[in-house]
C-alpha cells in the first residue's frame, strides 16, 4: 500500500506519458502548445518521459492543467503538502522543467484540492498563492484576489486576460470559477471570455465541478462528453486509488480455507 508521503512511481508517469502521446496524436493534438508537442515527440524517440525538453521556456495553461488530477488525488485524506507539490512537479516534468511551469501546475493542483474539499470560493485565490509563497505565479493570484474583492468578474478578466501564458489563463479559471454560482456558469463564462478558452474553461469547469460536485454538472454536457464511457470506468478506480494512497481503502482477499492437519505421528 502507498501513502501521500510517496511519490508517483516511474510506471505512473511513463503511463501518463504514453496516454499524453495518444493524445498529441490525434485530434486532440491542436490543443497542445507547439512546445508541448516538440516535447512529446522527443520523450515518443527517447521512451523517456523524467527528462524535460528543456528547463527553462514558457509556462503555459495547458500544462497547468496537468493540476487537475493531483489536485483531486490529494482532496481524500490527511493533506500532506510535500506530496503534492512532488506530484505536481512530476508531471509537469514529462514536457516542462521550468519552475514557473511547475508553479502553474502545482497552483491548479491546489485549487481544486481546496474546491474539492469544500474551500469558499473566495478563499482559493490568496489560499493558493500562500501555499506558492513568492514568484510570478502566487504574485498573479494575490493581484487577481484584490480584482475580486474590487471589481466585477468581466472587469477582472479584462485587467488579466486570458492568453497561452500560465499566469493568464490559470487566473482567469480560477476567477471565473470563484465568482460564478454554478458549473455551467463557470464553463460558459471561460468560454465566452475570448483568448485560450479551452485551457481558461477547463480550469474554471474542474474547479467548479471539485467544489460542486458530479451532480453540479448539467447531464446534457454529460451525455455531449467526448470520450464518456472511458471517464464513466476510470472515475471509480481514480477515486479508489486516491483513497488507497490516503490509507483510507485496504483491498483485503479472503485468505483459502487452510487444509486439515493430520495429528502426529508417535
Known amino acids: 500500500m502507498t501513502t501521500n508521503e510517496d511519490k508517483l512511481p516511474a510506471d505512473t ?11 498529441a496524436g490525434g485530434d486532440s493534438a491542436h490543443w497542445l502548445h507547439p512546445d508541448t508537442r516538440a516535447a512529446l515527440e522527443r520523450a515518443d524517440a527517447t521512451l523517456d518521459f523524467v527528462v524535460p525538453l528543456t528547463d527553462d521556456g514558457p509556462s503555459t495553461g495547458d500544462v497547468a492543467a496537468r493540476g487537475v488530477p493531483i489536485g483531486l488525488l490529494h482532496a481524500v485524506g490527511r493533506f ?27 497552483a491548479v493542483a491546489f485549487g481544486v484540492m481546496l474546491a474539492a ?51 493568464e489563463s490559470v487566473i482567469a479559471g480560477f476567477l471565473t470559477a470563484s465568482w460564478t454560482e454554478s458549473f455551467a456558469d463557470a464553463v460558459f463564462a471561460a ?16 474547479l467548479a465541478g471539485a467544489f460542486g460536485g ?29 483513497q488507497q494512497r490516503a490509507g483510507l481503502f485496504i483491498g483485503l482477499r479472503p485468505a483459502p480455507p487452510s487444509r486439515p492437519t ?5
Open 13 to 23: 508517469i511513463d503511463s501518463i506519458g504514453s496516454r499524453l502521446l495518444y493524445l
Open 80 to 106: 500532506d503538502g510535500d506530496a503534492l507539490r512532488r506530484d505536481a512537479e512530476a508531471v509537469t516534468r514529462l514536457t516542462h522543467g521550468a519552475p514557473a511551469a511547475i508553479a502553474a501546475t502545482t
Open 117 to 167: 474539499r469544500s474551500v469558499a470560493p473566495e478563499r482559493w485565490l490568496n489560499e493558493t498563492a500562500d501555499f506558492l509563497g513568492n514568484g510570478e505565479m502566487a504574485e498573479a493570484l494575490r493581484s487577481a484576489a484584490a480584482l475580486r474583492s474590487e471589481k466585477t468578474l468581466a472587469e477582472s478578466l479584462a485587467a488579466v486576460d486570458s492568453g497561452l501564458a500560465a499566469t
Open 191 to 206: 468560454a465566452n471570455a475570448g483568448g485560450a478558452a479551452d485551457t481558461v474553461g477547463a480550469i474554471a469547469g474542474a
Open 214 to 242: 458530479d451532480t453540479s454538472v448539467p447531464q446534457p454536457l454529460i451525455d455531449g462528453l467526448g470520450s464518456r464511457i472511458y471517464v464513466s470506468l476510470a472515475a471509480p478506480w481514480f477515486f479508489r486509488t486516491a
Open 262 to 266: 493430520e495429528p502426529p505421528r508417535v
